[in-house]
């Protein structure tokens, strides 16, 4: 039997200005992951989910931020004497998400990717995959279906990619990242390229994301998203059963409907079951 444990911060005790100066990181939005999601419904592309083992602690406090000093591990040095001087982001830490954010965009940099001007969090890059045709049209997401024409099996510089573009593109979602390609062999040298800084592994299909299950027609390609499993969560959170064309509301449910109806003296046990379900509604718009 195997014990594991993880070292993590009281990032509540940090104070913004003193410990740290940004925690802001920037997501992909669902409008911008729908797109790409589409994408896989063209002949050869296929989405790809990366998993990073403790994603946090590979990127490394950058030299101007400010000094952070920890307790130290239990059982291990005397906690009178010493503390740990940080080098490296730990989980807890307020300011975290923003370091590996900051890492991940200079490894897809670094792997000439372009930065999406529309959603910061996308990064797309487009190889020539022809020995002997020069691209006259300059590829992008936008003109993605001029650049899929074949190629000839020999003229091709990716086996793998029957298109005179190859195209990689990776959307971050804080520690959890998609890559929408046609190109396996492509998605593999970006593999390869992230191995060198942190350890990294590429895991397919991808049927579930953020809570949304897609599905893919075998024989048309049709694309689907839906999130049947989150609504009947949500329904039976609330005590709402669902029947063919019905919905029954319990008791509980009746309750928050009438005291949200009536002008009552407002207490913490509505206002809190009131912004749950404001929230939730919120979420499940997105698709």
């Known amino acids: 039997m195997s014990h594991r444990s993880r070292f993590v911060t009281k990032g509540y005790s940090q104070v913004q200005g003193l410990h740290y100066f940004e925690n802001y990181a920037s997501v ?9 999601v589409v994408l896989t419904s063209i002949p050869n592309f296929q989405a790809l989910h990366y998993d990073v083992s403790v994603a946090f602690i590979q990127s490394k406090l950058d030299s101007y931020h400010p000094p952070v000093y920890c307790e130290c591990a239990e059982g ?28 991940f965009a200079s490894i897809c940099t670094d792997f000439r990717q372009t930065r999406l001007k529309s959603d910061e969090s996308v990064f797309a890059k487009f190889v020539n995959n022809s020995k002997t045709r020069i691209q006259n049209v300059q590829p992008n997401l936008a003109n993605i279906i001029e650049v899929t024409d074949h190629v000839p099996e020999n003229d091709g510089i990716y086996s793998d990619c ?42 397919e299909p991808v ?44 008791t509980e449910s009746r309750w928050v ?4 109806a009536e002008p009552v003296a407002i207490h913490e046990k509505l206002v809190k079951g009131y912004q749950a379900l404001v929230g939730i509604f919120l979420y499940h718009q997105v698709p």
């Open 162 to 203: 029957p298109h005179a573009t190859a195209i990689l593109s990776i959307a971050s979602y804080v520690d959890d990242n998609l890559a929408f390609t046609k190109c396996a062999a492509l998605a593999a040298e970006f593999e390869v390229h992230c191995n060198v800084k942190f350890p990294i592994n590429a895991e």
């Open 257 to 260: 409907v009438k005291e949200l």
């Open 207 to 250: 049927n579930w994301y953020l809570s949304v299950e897609y599905e893919r027609d075998p024989i048309t390609k049709a694309v689907s998203a839906h999130k049947h499993l989150y609504i009947d969560k949500l329904l039976k959170k609330w005590g709402i059963t669902v029947q063919p064309s019905t919905y029954t509301i319990s």
């Open 76 to 103: 291990y040095e005397d906690r009178r004497k010493y503390v740990y001087s940080l080098h490296r982001y730990l989980y807890g830490m307020k300011d975290s998400p923003r370091g590996w954010v900051q890492l």
């Open 28 to 36: 992909a939005s669902f409008i911008t992951l729908s797109l790409l």
